[in-house]
Every structure is written in structure tokens, then in C-alpha cells.
């Protein structure tokens, strides 16, 4: 079967997808490591009462939707593998914002990641 060509509609998807799942991810970062919220349900509580949360949740429920409009469009396959770029946007913006280490090991497997995407998009 022939590779799905990627249109700027499907470009569109994908980019948003990873923006929007990042984003969520930081913002349940954000809201899991505030240590202001203490333990137990009165964490619970204090993470409920942040903006932090509610962004993570609004940004996973954008993100469905545009994931839904992507696989529509591609076989599961080339979508899935398109998709795992967004662990190495995640990895690095948690290097930027919240100081995350990114050791070799971790810089290989971006690499990796980032090729198999590449390759992925290019030859499908």
C-alpha cells in the first residue's frame, strides 16, 4: 500500500497535536509539582482550585479532537509513528521549563525518535 501523501491539512493536525499534548503535559507538571498543595485529598483540592489542571484537561480534550480529524486521515501506522515526535517536544520543553535532565541516553533516544519521524514523514 502506498504511503499517505502529508497535505498541509495533515501537517496542520500533526503540528497542532504535538503544540496542544505538549502543552497539556507541562501544565499537569506544573500542577503536580506545586509544592504548596500538600498531601492527600487537600492536594487534590489545591491542584483543583489552580488554573494548571484545567489547562492540562482543556488542552487533552483539544488534543482527542485533533487526533480523531488526524487518524481520519492516515493509516494508524504512519499516524502512530507521526505521533511519537510529541515525546521528544515533551522532553525538551521540560528540560527548558522545569530543569529535567536530558543525559545522553535520553539526547540518543531524541534522536532516534526524531529520525524515525523524518523518515516516517519523508518516505511513509
Same mark, same amino acid.
Given at each position: 500500500?502506498?504511503a499517505? *501523501? $502529508?497535505? *498541509?491539512?495533515?501537517?496542520?493536525?500533526?503540528?497542532? &497535536?504535538? /503544540?496542544? +499534548?505538549?502543552?497539556g503535559?507541562?501544565?499537569?507538571?506544573?500542577?503536580?509539582? +506545586?509544592?504548596?498543595a500538600? +498531601?492527600? =485529598?487537600?492536594?487534590?483540592?489545591y491542584?483543583a482550585?489552580?488554573?494548571?489542571i484545567w489547562?492540562?484537561? @482543556?488542552?487533552y480534550?483539544? %488534543?482527542f479532537? /485533533?487526533?480523531?480529524?488526524?487518524?481520519?486521515?492516515? *493509516?494508524?501506522?504512519e499516524?502512530i509513528l507521526?505521533?511519537?515526535? &510529541? $515525546?521528544?517536544a /515533551?522532553?525538551?520543553?521540560?528540560?527548558?521549563?522545569f530543569? %529535567?535532565k =536530558?543525559?545522553r541516553l535520553r539526547?540518543?533516544? /531524541?534522536? =532516534?525518535v526524531? =529520525?524515525?519521524?523524518?523518515?516516517v514523514g519523508?518516505? @511513509?
Amino acid at each position: 500500500m502506498p504511503a499517505t *501523501p $502529508i497535505t *498541509p491539512l495533515i501537517a496542520t493536525l500533526w503540528l497542532l &497535536n504535538v /503544540i496542544i +499534548d505538549t502543552v497539556g503535559q507541562l501544565a499537569f507538571k506544573a500542577a503536580a509539582g +506545586d509544592q504548596a498543595a500538600g +498531601d492527600g =485529598l487537600a492536594r487534590w483540592i489545591y491542584m483543583a482550585r489552580r488554573p494548571w489542571i484545567w489547562i492540562g484537561i @482543556g488542552s487533552y480534550v483539544i %488534543e482527542f479532537l /485533533i487526533w480523531i480529524a488526524f487518524l481520519s486521515l492516515l *493509516p494508524l501506522s504512519e499516524a502512530i509513528l507521526l505521533g511519537s515526535i &510529541n $515525546i521528544v517536544a /515533551i522532553m525538551v520543553a521540560g528540560y527548558f521549563l522545569f530543569g %529535567e535532565k =536530558l543525559t545522553r541516553l535520553r539526547l540518543s533516544g /531524541i534522536l =532516534l525518535v526524531t =529520525l524515525g519521524v523524518a523518515i516516517v514523514g519523508a518516505v @511513509g
